[in-house]
């Protein structure tokens, strides 16, 4: 059942009908699970879409299953906590978010451009168990066909979707294979979305690597958004194996840095609407933006972010998520607000920190007022998460599995 598109939906959009099918759609998008394609493989490396070498292993030990499931637990939660909390905040500027503390530490209805009542997620969280939902399907490997015909079945039923999410998934509903279909853009809506891989993948940093790749080109065909899932996945599997009380943020930025250059990343300029008086327009990789990150840390937040910014642009949104779960690692509730009251992407700055809290302390890194049935999709998380922590060690086998 996919429960991206459960009835849960229609609750909350009485003006959306359900499909009269919960399973994806038997039409083929191209090749399936498997070996990719000789030619398929030599496009995608062309266009620096797939991993090269070998990343920092992601679990340096066995996660015990108890450990596991309150980790995967967390950051699927925390995702869509992130993302209900920040939505009211997108696309607004942090001046007119002034004042309004307080009332940005709950859940809020919201009347905007997609309504809904209080805890209300968005297609961060849509898109994220659409990934959860088609690894469990395909035995805890990523097969990019599935996918897309995830995506394709959801995108009806899709709030806030970002431009290039919408026009990859018309590509494909068109006919484009999965492998064609992606859009050359570094939005932020491949990394957003990962976070099931790296519960579910941990244990093998090259499995990881290689299905959050391919999970990001089916609409992301650049390779700084594909390098941001890889960097995403990677620090969820790490931060669920993690010591939070002997944390050195310097020394995992350095090996998520290492991890997202397994992918070919060429670079780009920062946006245009970065005023930063030291702004370059020489390209900049993902990796060595993050490697900024710890030299920010004890910069206060309006001055961090006058520097990294918090748009939808990856080279923005995954530093400052990172700059978020850093600096409060010890105080999730604050760090995650403060993504929040930055604005601009808020909605998926917070998710994505939000996902790392929750990897890293579990369930308990978040008030209970979020953590509750206000939370939409609350039980089906909980229950997807628990499906992921039960994904072996070996090769996304899934324990207990004929």
């Known amino acids: 059942m996919l429960l991206c598109h459960d009835e849960a939906m229609e609750t909350r959009d009485s003006n959306i009908s359900e499909p009269n099918n919960t399973e994806p759609n038997t039409e083929a998008f191209g090749a399936e699970q498997g070996e990719l394609p000789d030619l398929v493989r030599v496009s995608l490396s062309d266009r620096k879409l797939l991993p090269i070498g ?10 015990p299953s108890e450990r596991r499931v309150d980790s995967a637990r967390g950051a699927m939660l925390g995702t869509a906590i ?5 939505r009211p905040a997108e696309g607004r500027h942090p001046a007119g978010l002034r004042g309004q503390e307080e009332a940005f530490r709950d859940f809020q209805a919201w009347d905007g451009y997609y309504s809904g009542p209080k805890g209300t997620i968005t297609d961060d969280t849509q898109m994220t168990m659409c990934v959860a939902e088609s690894l469990l399907a395909t035995r805890g490997r990523i097969d990019p066909a599935d996918l897309a015909r995830r995506f394709v079945d959801w995108l009806p039923y899709g709030r806030g979707t970002g431009h290039t999410c919408v026009a990859a998934v018309n ?17 932020n809506g491949a990394a957003m979305r990962v976070a099931p891989i790296g519960i579910a993948l941990g244990a093998d940093t090259t499995q990881l690597c290689h299905d959050a790749a391919l999970s990001a080109l089916i609409t ?26 002997s944390l050195d943020p310097t020394a995992i930025i350095n090996e998520l840095a290492a991890a997202i250059e397994v992918i070919d990343d060429p670079g780009a300029s920062e946006r245009e609407w970065n005023q ?53 690692q010890d105080d999730p509730e604050e760090g995650v607000i403060s993504a929040v009251l930055r604005g601009h992407d808020a909605d998926t700055v917070a998710s ?15 008030p209970d007022r979020w953590t509750g049935e206000d939370l939409e999709y609350q039980t089906q998380l909980l229950n ?10 070996g090769l996304g086998r899934l324990e207990n599995r004929p």
């Open 54 to 63: 070998s990343a920092p292993l992601a679990q340096r030990q066995l996660v």
């Open 82 to 86: 992130g993302d209900a909390l920040g």
């Open 352 to 366: 994505m920190a939000a996902a790392y809290f929750g990897a890293l302390h579990g369930v308990a890194a978040f």
């Open 220 to 245: 992301h065909a650049d390779p700084m958004a594909v390098a941001s899932a890889v960097g995403h996945a990677w620090l969820i599997a790490h931060l669920a194996g993690a010591n939070a009380t």
């Open 171 to 187: 590509h494909l509903e068109a006919g484009e294979n999965w492998w064609t279909a992606g859009v050359a853009s570094a939005g």
């Open 276 to 328: 930063r008086p030291d702004k370059t327009s020489t390209a900049i990789t993902l990796a060595n933006r993050v490697r900024e990150i710890p030299a920010l840390l004890g910069k206060p937040i309006g001055e961090a972010f006058d520097y990294l910014y918090n748009g939808a642009f990856v080279l923005e949104t995954l530093p400052a998520a990172l700059w978020c779960f850093f600096t409060y």
């Open 384 to 393: 997807l998460a628990d499906q992921l922590a039960a994904i072996g060690p």
